[in-house]
Nanobody, 115 residues
Framework: QVQLVESGGGLVQFGGSLRLSCAAS????????MGWYRQAPGKQRELVTS???????NYADSVKGRLTIYRDNAKKTVYLQMNNLKTADTAVYYC?????????WGQGTQVTVSS
């Protein structure tokens, strides 16, 4: 059974930092493009960043320069370093492949940025 487990969320002040982790049980993790998605209250889930197996990255304009995705293929883990957080970053964050797979959605981790 495929499993992605997100962790590292929490409550942080405006301008603060968090690091999210996503541990995967996917045996083919190392060949998957992985992404971090988020869903804010009342909004659709959106892809904010992705990373190829070789480490090439893409970012949504809203997070460029503040969020950094990286991965450790040996540990089957993808990370999201979040700096200079804004209230608009408040959301539940999920990891999944990119494009997303219905089978991979986990519980997500809540990030709340207070002003």
């Amino acid at each position: 059974q495929v499993q992605l487990v997100e962790s590292g969320g929490g409550l942080v002040q405006f301008g603060g930092s968090l690091r999210l982790s996503c541990a995967a049980s996917i045996s083919i993790f190392s060949i998957k493009v992985m992404g971090w998605y988020r869903q804010a209250p009342g909004k659709q889930r959106e892809l904010v960043t992705s990373i190829t197996p070789g480490g090439s990255t893409n970012y949504a304009d809203s997070v460029k320069g503040r969020l950094t995705i990286y991965r450790d293929n040996a540990k089957k883990t993808v990370y999201l370093q979040m700096n200079n957080l804004k209230t608009a970053d408040t959301a539940v964050y999920y990891c999944n492949s990119a494009p997303q797979s219905r089978a991979y959605w986990g519980q997500g981790t809540q990030v709340t940025v207070s002003s």
